[in-house]
């Protein structure tokens, strides 16, 4: 595994703990696993990750553990290739796989697109873009309320360490992404466009944009975990796929 995959784990493992913090979660980070349980007992408040990529199988059962006695869900993260023997031993523990996802990383800043895109700046940019999210990642089988609660802290998301991109049609939000800057390298999350708003390039715009908002503030590199709708436009701007993740999850 090369240094750039490392760190993009790392910088993964950086946008869940600070996910954590703001959503007030109850937290393990000790044994080579961050593991964090949230106020709702669905999977994606109540996901563990190993510090490192190949890491012990005795980790993600702590992890397991952690979870399971704060909650009835748990999400495991677990490289495809990587953590066979953590897949195995989670699937005797009743551990389903949800979908595997791409870590992709950009090394460099993209040419800017022909979409207008502008930068949160108030409290108001901040609900719209979360309620944007909400609405969008309804259709990868989150309940808008559960998006709602990750991104309930509205004044976190107009931190230094923060930036969001906002794309508009007709006024109104449509589309929009935000880029953590950590450790001198970026993490992009919550890419999302409205239904009604695809197909006019906006996903594209507000990824590439807080892409090179992060590299224009110091970043070495940018990476993110990319859904099944992102991917492919990942792909074309530039993004490249490192390994990918296996969402084990316990219902």
């Not at 990642?137 to 107009?158: N, Q, R, S, Y």
């Not at 969001?164 to 450790?183: I, K, Q, S, Y």
Request: proline content about 3%.
């Amino acid at each position: 595994m090369d240094d750039i995959a490392r760190q993009a784990h790392a910088n993964f493992v950086a946008f869940n703990r600070w996910r954590a913090v703001n959503e007030d979660s109850a937290v393990l980070d000790a044994g080579g696993v961050f593991a964090a349980a949230g106020a709702t007992d669905f999977p994606s408040s109540r996901s563990a990750v190993l510090h490192d990529l190949g890491g012990p199988v005795e980790a993600a059962i702590a992890g397991h553990e952690f979870l399971i006695a704060h909650g009835n869900t748990a999400l495991i993260y677990a490289q495809v290739g990587g953590d066979d023997a953590v897949t195995a031993e989670l699937t005797e523990l009743g551990y389903v796989e949800y979908s595997q996802t791409p870590e992709m990383v950009c090394v460099a800043p993209l040419p800017a697109g022909d979409v207008t895109v502008r930068l949160s700046e108030s409290l108001d940019d901040a609900r719209e873009y979360a309620q944007v999210a909400a609405t969008a990642f309804t259709e990868l089988a989150i309940p808008e309320e559960e998006t709602l609660h990750h991104l309930a802290k509205l004044d976190v998301l107009l931190k230094p360490d923060v930036v969001v991109a906002l794309a508009e049609v007709d006024g109104r939000v449509m589309a929009g992404a935000l880029v953590l800057l950590v450790g001198g390298h970026g993490y992009v999350g919550w890419v999302s466009t409205l239904s009604e708003g695809r197909g006019r390039g906006l996903g594209d715009a507000v990824t590439r944009r807080v892409t090179n908002e992060a590299f224009e503030r110091g970043a070495a590199t940018v990476t993110l975990e990319a859904s099944p709708f992102g991917e492919a436009i990942y792909r074309r701007m530039g993004y490249r796929e490192l390994y990918r993740y296996r969402m084990l999850i316990k219902l």
